[in-house]
């Protein structure tokens, strides 16, 4: 019974996955149906389905995108848009560079989610602004967002719970990763910026109008701008203390929402309407299939083969460790993927003796580095396709994989390096 309750869970994750890719099936539809099918088939009861729900990670979306639609009323983005496109002089080239390494940065001490709402407003203004098309920028900063999450233990979630279980400090992360995180950003957003070269053109004329716009008066609320800027630093203190305050993400999140809908005094209406919901119910059926597929054992499977290939070889063992993680991360929830794993090499250290600290770094930007890899590879892609949709510009997943796979396996090759520099040898 059990081997067919995994055939069946398969099944209908491959088929969810290509009505995604197809693209003939909006893709919140496609999961939920995917979702429906488990539970009407009975392959997993509705209680287990809701506690496979990452209510951090959804708690942490609605919050931000709460704050982000108050705050872009105030005219704030507008205001930095302006102020950004001043700087390089209207020069899209520069701009995407800066964009790029600018988002990897603030990702690495917020969520990546958090870091792309925050940017997303700023960038659609000065596309508009350019009249050039938005994807190249909200692609480069969404893989940015990717890259420089690896970089510090709270910047992914997969980062907190290897810390956790390993023993692994802040600072721990600081030293080993964020030196190749530091060089993989700069080399991808250059990378991107060639990439995306044909689309970068402006008109001098858009330039020069840009350099006579007064960025000051884009404010156009003042005394909110106020409360949401004050609301923002107390949230994002609270995403770096939330762990010593006992408190989830989401509850910062939610908390800091809800405070400025109270001192706002803004169209609650109007303000829920933004939220990307759509998004929202795609996270909630893709987490209910993923979790079913390692309630099953489907994850557990993989992993365990895995472990049996290395045959206790340190560099065999990190080097796929590190190649699987990006791998399997880019079509699935790398959540799971770490939990299971976690324990797997903790059992391999106690039987081979081997040192596996090299093992939790190898892991470490597997996950997270793999989930530029496809559309669904990571929370903050997802969202990013959400705005773009919201705004006519719609990013397929054929051309986020287009882009963001040859990018994903350009960061392993470099981390591979970095790993048998440093660690494997």
């Known amino acids: 019974m059990k081997n ?21 099936v909006n893709r919140t539809v496609a999961a939920l149906l995917g979702a429906a099918v488990l539970l009407i088939a009975k392959i997993i009861d509705q209680g287990k389905a809701v506690s496979f729900i990452d209510y951090t990670t959804i708690g942490v979306l609605i919050g931000m995108m709460i704050i982000v639609a108050i705050t872009k009323r105030t005219g704030l983005f507008q205001y930095l848009a302006i102020k950004s496109a001043k700087i390089v002089k209207g020069d899209p080239f520069k701009l995407i560079i800066v964009f790029g390494i600018i988002t990897g940065m603030i990702s690495a001490f917020l969520d990546n989610v958090t870091t792309v709402l925050l940017m997303a407003p700023v960038t659609l203004v000065i596309a508009r602004m350019l009249k050039i098309n938005p994807i190249p920028f909200m692609m480069t900063e969404v893989i940015a967002s990717n890259i420089g999450g690896t970089a510090t233990l709270i910047g992914d979630p997969p980062n907190i719970m290897i810390g956790s279980e390993a023993g692994l400090g802040f600072m721990d992360f600081i030293k080993n990763l964020s030196p190749i995180v530091m060089l993989i950003l700069v080399v991808i957003t250059f990378l991107l910026s060639f990439v995306y070269r044909k689309e970068l053109t402006v008109n001098e004329e858009l330039k020069d109008n840009i350099m006579t716009l007064d960025d000051r008066s884009a404010i156009v609320d003042k005394p909110l701008l106020i409360k949401s800027l004050s609301v923002l630093g107390l949230v994002i203190l609270g995403f770096f203390l939330h762990e010593k305050l006992g408190y989830e993400s989401s509850i910062v999140a939610i908390g800091g929402a809800t405070l400025l809908l109270f001192i706002g005094r803004v169209d609650v209406e109007e303000i829920l309407l933004e939220i990307e919901w759509p998004t929202i119910f795609f996270f909630i059926a893709l987490f209910i299939i993923v979790g079913t597929l390692e309630e099953v054992g489907v994850i557990s499977q993989i992993a365990k083969l895995i472990m049996s290939v290395t045959q206790g070889n340190l560099m065999i ?17 790398n959540i799971p993927f770490v939990a299971t794993m976690i324990p797997l090499i903790k059992a391999m250290g ?76």
């Open 4 to 24: 067919l309750y995994e055939i069946v869970v398969i099944a209908v994750f491959l088929i969810t996955f290509g009505m995604i890719i197809s693209e003939k």
């Open 317 to 333: 063992t990190g080097l796929i460790i590190l190649w699987v993680s990006a791998i399997l991360s880019a079509f699935l929830d």
């Open 350 to 425: 106690q039987m081979s003796g081997m040192d596996i600290m090299p093992l939790w770094w190898a892991l470490s930007l597997g996950a997270c580095l793999g989930g530029n890899g496809t559309l669904i590879g990571a929370s903050a892609n997802v969202v990013v396709a959400g705005i773009l949709e919201k705004e006519g510009q719609k990013i397929s997943f054929r051309e986020f994989t287009r882009i963001g796979f040859p990018m994903m396996i350009v960061s392993i090759v470099i981390s591979t390096v970095y790993l048998l520099l440093f660690y494997l040898i």
